[in-house]
T-cell receptor
Framework: AAGVIQSPRHLIKEKRETATLKCYPI?????VYWYQQGPGQDPQFLIS???????DKGSIPDRFSAQQFSDYHSELNMSSLELGDSALYFC?????????????FGSGTRLTVV | AQTVTQSQPEMSVQEAETVTLSCTYD???????LFWYKQPPSRQMILVIR??????QNATENRFSVNFQKAAKSFSLKISDSQLGDTAMYFC?????????????FGTGTRLTIIP
């Protein structure tokens, strides 16, 4: 079965650079979520989209922006990168919102800022 | 705001034994969802089991079962006949019931090691 695809798997950027992470949800899934997991920490919710509209927002820095496109894939844009942005970034998808099914997570993008 | 607490940072158990991971949470809502996720060394987040708060019956998925105590706000995970592949980080998570509030709140995780 098709899963949530994230690209790239690994990314190394220098401070103050910009990074773009991409997420391709499971076919027919219309909701995408982004999470950030720092080293040794639990995942923290960043933002979610339902039908290409932002549906919920968490602790996402102003330097970050995200959107969901017409084909339901999503991109997380991160500017003015800081060392503290080094983390594993997860995307997850689901069908609809407010449902109990839990999400299907991608394998994550490991971002290292040097 | 919801909080999720996992008080056991690490646990280990012999293969084929049973182990229980603890989770407590705090919420003012009456309806919500609870999940256990597994994160093996590959870092993939894998859904293990879920529970709707409005259901009294404890969820079961093969060797995995939960003990959901709504009044005590407790949601423990029992793994029976543990296998080496169960070695992973386990996260308990809470999700609100209402539409437009999509955030999963995770606990800090329990690192489980299955010993051969």
């Amino acid at each position: 079965a098709a899963g949530v695809i994230q690209s790239p798997r690994h990314l190394i950027k220098e401070k103050r650079e910009t990074a773009t992470l991409k997420c391709y949800p499971i076919p027919r899934h219309d909701t995408v979520y982004w999470y950030q997991q720092g080293p040794g920490q639990d995942p923290q919710f960043l933002i979610s989209f339902y039908e290409k509209m932002q549906s919920d927002k968490g602790s996402i820095p102003d330097r970050f922006s995200a959107q969901q496109f017409s084909d339901y894939h999503s991109e997380l844009n991160m500017s003015s990168l800081e060392l503290g942005d080094s983390a594993l970034y997860f995307c997850a998808s689901s069908l609809g919102t407010g449902r109990p099914y839990g999400y299907t997570f991608g394998s994550g993008t490991r971002l290292t800022v040097v | 705001a919801q909080t999720v607490t996992q008080s056991q940072p690490e646990m280990s158990v012999q293969e084929a034994e049973t182990v229980t991971l603890s989770c407590t949470y705090d919420t003012s809502e009456n309806n919500y969802y609870l999940f256990w996720y597994k994160q093996p060394p590959s870092r993939q987040m894998i859904l293990v089991i879920r529970q709707e708060a409005y259901k009294q019956q404890n969820a079961t998925e093969n060797r995995f079962s939960v003990n959901f105590q709504k009044a005590a706000k407790s949601f423990s995970l029992k793994i029976s006949d543990s296998q080496l592949g169960d070695t992973a980080m386990y996260f308990c998570a809470h999700k609100p019931f209402n539409f437009g509030n999509e955030k999963l709140t995770f606990g800090t995780g329990t690192r489980l090691t299955i010993i051969p």
